[in-house]
């Protein structure tokens, strides 16, 4: 049921996290000693892990477009994912012990377990190692250029949550990081990098900006109340320009990365299908900013969520690509 006009949303229930999707695993089966440490790493909303998880498909699939899949790319696959799900678990945990003040001040996030008191900070600084180990155990069974890469990157990790305090685009630092595992898988798959995987890596900040600077629209009034910077403030009034921009530079930059990876001697039907992929990715894109209301939380929540499917579209089509 609907609150009435003018009346404030009721409180999350106790120990639950009010931007959490409500009904999630976490919060139904869970142990319960366990659920505050499981939300500190958003295991009770996927779509952050599938955000890092894609790029890295992304590269496995376009990189097999020049070299062909191997036996060993079924486990690049798998680590990648249980890699995106520690390594974006040891960020958020970071990211929520670093703004756990900013947190408490913000109504969408003052029920997270940090600020609300569910762990302290020692607890959660332990349980980022413990994921960040795991994570490093995995990336261990990589060769030595995704090794280097792979400790590379947690550099990045450590900057971004302290972004939004000093520029007006952390979302570029989390492009930065979120896609990182771009390089990584195709340095894991071809121990090489060439000049695909560096365009395939800008493609990746680029629709980052987008569907982050979506993310950020929510949170506009909050943040200017406390002074944090995102691009959705610094936007305004033309974030539905800046975001088309950023929809066509990811497309552009996708298509190059295809052009610039694909050998001729695979011929033309592989070709065309991996830019089908790249124009039907763009066109859900464009799906999604037809349906954004840019002045509405809800809105912009289901259309953030909506870049899994886009994501997942164009790893669809460079996996056919490959095996052709």
Partial sequence: MSQPPGMPEPAPAAGTVADAPKG???DRFAPAPFRPYLRLSRADRPIGTWLLFLPCLWAVTLAANAGGFRPWDLWLAISCGAGAFLMRGAG????????????ASVARTRSRPLPSGQVTVRQALVWMAAQALVA???????????????????????????????????QVFLGLAFNWGALLAWA??????????????AAGIAWT????????????EDDALIG????????????????????????ILLAAAVIVTLPPSRGVWPMLLALTGVWAMGAHMVWQMRHLKVDDPVSCRRTFLANRDAGIILVLFLAAAALV
């Fill in 24 to 26: 999630n695993w976490v």
């Fill in 92 to 103: 958020c945990t970071w990211n929520d012990v670093t703004d756990r003040k900013i947190d």
């Fill in 136 to 170: 490093g155990g995995i990336l261990l069974t990589y060769n030595w250029l995704a090794i280097g890469l792979g400790a590379g990157s947690l550099a990045l990790v450590a900057i971004y949550p302290f972004a939004k305090r000093f520029t007006w685009w952390p």
């Fill in 188 to 201: 894991a798959h071809a121990g090489s990098l060439p000049a695909g995987a560096f365009v395939l890596y």
């Fill in 209 to 220: 900006l987008y569907y982050d600077t979506i993310y950020a629209l929510q949170d506009r």
């Fill in 228 to 251: 944090v910077k995102s691009t959705a403030r610094l936007f305004g009034d033309n974030s539905g320009q800046w975001l088309a921009g950023f929809l066509v530079a990811t497309v």
